[in-house]
């Protein structure tokens, strides 16, 4: 027997079909097992699908994202302490307007102080502040800050009504009105005398006090008494808030050169005016003649003063500047009669006057004298 091959050497290579594994197709009308193949191969997805999923699940991240940021920002802005900080921003940069309108503060023409240029020339305004402590009880709150004042921190406490919501979720607040503080001013001097205050004028009242309500801060009190009288200038100072007013600012007035001089002619008017009477007991002077006869006629009457008296012109007394009479001066008093005796002249004196009392007032024409006595009540007459 005799072995052939084919001369190039393939034929031992067995044929294709029946190599296991191989991915030709059977042929057509072929039935029965079918060749073993590695695995159906998965479809892919494309590029645009794949993206716009990573995009759907990171933008459900932003969303949550966002609407923490967005609840964690609603509920900082909707705070108790931001209408606080609003007001106290205001005060803090001079918009006294600005304040009073956002705290709810009633005013007036009468609150001299309570304008921006009048809190512009107070001293030891509030220059910052921090917020301490806040107290949410459900429909109140309060807040709780330091103010930066005089180089010292003041605490104030502010409360807060809850009047609603935004958009259901975040409450809103609105400050009470702070209670503010006063400057007060008692002054020993005439009624409707003009005091400056920060430079806004104002007259006292018939006790002698001024009350201006003021914000917290120092102001300059200063009394304007034209050329007739003085009084040592002096500050008020206010401290935060809470309706505390200012240690009471007493003033007293001291006559000038000027002041005194027209006082003591105001003396010296009213004991000529009592010498240039015709009376024997001249209306509201300190010297008068008794003794008439009523069976005389008395004519010619008058008084003749002998001596002026000397006073001395001291301080504000609880009805003006205080006039003593140092040494009395003397008056004569003398009169013609007639009468079943016949006809002569009659006199009576020399007697004191009393030039004590008070200066009570000035005005453009200089000072008002009121004597302390009246008709001899604390002097003799003859």
Same mark, same amino acid.
């Given at each position: /027997?005799? +072995?052939?091959?084919?001369?190039?050497?393939?034929?031992?290579?067995?044929?294709?079909?029946?190599? !296991?594994?191989? $991915?030709?197709?059977?042929?057509?009308?072929?039935?029965?097992?079918?060749?073993? !193949?590695?695995?159906?191969?998965?479809?892919?997805?494309?590029?645009?699908?794949?993206? &716009?999923?990573?995009?759907?699940?990171?933008?459900?991240?932003?969303?949550?994202?966002? &609407?923490?940021?967005?609840?964690?920002?609603?509920?900082?802005?909707?705070?108790?302490?931001?209408?606080?900080?609003?007001?106290?921003?205001?005060?803090?940069?001079?918009?006294?307007? +600005?304040?009073?309108?956002?705290? &709810?503060?009633?005013?007036?023409?009468?609150?001299?102080?309570?304008? +921006?240029?009048? #809190?512009?020339?107070?001293?030891?305004?509030?220059?910052?502040?921090?917020?301490? =402590?806040?107290?949410?009880? *459900?429909?109140? =709150?309060?807040?709780?800050?330091?103010?930066? $004042?005089?180089?010292?921190?003041?605490?104030?406490?502010?409360?807060?009504?809850?009047? @609603?919501?935004?958009? @259901?979720?975040?409450?809103?607040?609105?400050?009470?009105?702070? !209670?503010? @503080?006063?400057?007060?001013?008692?002054? !020993?001097?005439?009624?409707?005398?003009?005091? %400056?205050?920060?430079?806004?004028?104002?007259?006292?009242?018939?006790? @002698?006090?001024?009350?201006?309500?003021?914000?917290?801060? %120092?102001?300059?009190?200063?009394?304007?008494?034209?050329?007739?009288?003085?009084?040592?200038?002096?500050?008020?100072?206010?401290?935060?808030?809470? *309706?505390?007013?200012?240690?009471?600012? %007493? /003033?007293?007035?001291?006559?000038?050169?000027?002041?005194?001089?027209?006082?003591?002619?105001?003396?010296?008017?009213?004991?000529?005016?009592?010498?240039?009477?015709?009376?024997?007991?001249?209306?509201?002077?300190?010297? #008068?003649?008794?003794?008439?006869?009523?069976?005389?006629?008395?004519?010619?009457?008058?008084?003749?003063?002998?001596?002026?008296?000397?006073?001395?012109?001291?301080?504000?007394?609880?009805?003006?500047?205080?006039?003593?009479?140092?040494?009395?001066?003397?008056?004569?008093?003398?009169?013609?009669?007639?009468?079943? &005796?016949?006809?002569?002249?009659?006199?009576?004196?020399? /007697?004191?006057?009393?030039?004590?009392?008070?200066?009570?007032?000035?005005?453009?024409?200089?000072?008002?004298?009121?004597?302390?006595?009246?008709?001899?009540?604390?002097?003799?007459?003859?």
């Amino acid at each position: /027997m005799t +072995d052939q091959q084919q001369a190039d050497g393939w034929g031992s290579v067995p044929a294709v079909d029946s190599i !296991r594994g191989t $991915q030709d197709a059977p042929p057509a009308g072929a039935s029965g097992p079918q060749p073993f !193949r590695r695995g159906t191969p998965r479809r892919r997805l494309g590029r645009g699908p794949l993206i &716009g999923i990573i995009a759907g699940g990171a933008a459900g991240v932003l969303l949550l994202v966002a &609407g923490v940021v967005g609840y964690s920002v609603g509920t900082s802005t909707h705070a108790p302490d931001r209408p606080v900080r609003a007001f106290l921003d205001d005060l803090t940069a001079g918009r006294v307007s +600005d304040a009073l309108d956002a705290a &709810g503060i009633d005013h007036d023409e009468r609150d001299l102080l309570l304008t +921006d240029a009048a #809190y512009a020339k107070a001293k030891d305004r509030i220059t910052g502040y921090r917020i301490a =402590a806040t107290r949410d009880d *459900g429909d109140t =709150a309060t807040v709780t800050a330091y103010l930066r $004042q005089a180089g010292r921190d003041v605490s104030s406490t502010f409360t807060l009504d809850k009047t @609603g919501t935004e958009w @259901g979720v975040f409450p809103v607040w609105e400050l009470e009105p702070p !209670r503010l @503080g006063a400057v007060d001013v008692s002054l !020993r001097g005439p009624t409707g005398t003009k005091v %400056s205050v920060a430079g806004q004028s104002v007259v006292t009242s018939k006790d @002698g006090t001024v009350t201006l309500t003021a914000l917290p801060g %120092s102001y300059d009190v200063a009394v304007d008494g034209g050329k007739w009288f003085s009084a040592k200038a002096s500050t008020a100072t206010v401290t935060g808030f809470g *309706g505390t007013a200012s240690s009471p600012v %007493s /003033m007293t007035t001291e006559l000038t050169s000027a002041g005194k001089q027209s006082a003591q002619a105001a003396v010296d008017a009213w004991v000529d005016g009592c010498i240039a009477s015709t009376d024997a007991a001249p209306a509201g002077c300190s010297f #008068y003649a008794y003794g008439q006869d009523a069976a005389y006629t008395y004519s010619n009457q008058k008084w003749t003063l002998d001596t002026r008296p000397t006073v001395s012109i001291g301080a504000w007394a609880a009805n003006g500047w205080l006039v003593t009479t140092t040494s009395f001066g003397r008056a004569t008093f003398t009169a013609d009669i007639s009468g079943p &005796g016949g006809v002569g002249t009659a006199s009576a004196g020399p /007697m004191n006057v009393n030039a004590s009392g008070y200066v009570t007032e000035f005005t453009d024409a200089g000072a008002t004298f009121r004597s302390a006595v009246g008709n001899g009540s604390s002097d003799a007459g003859s």
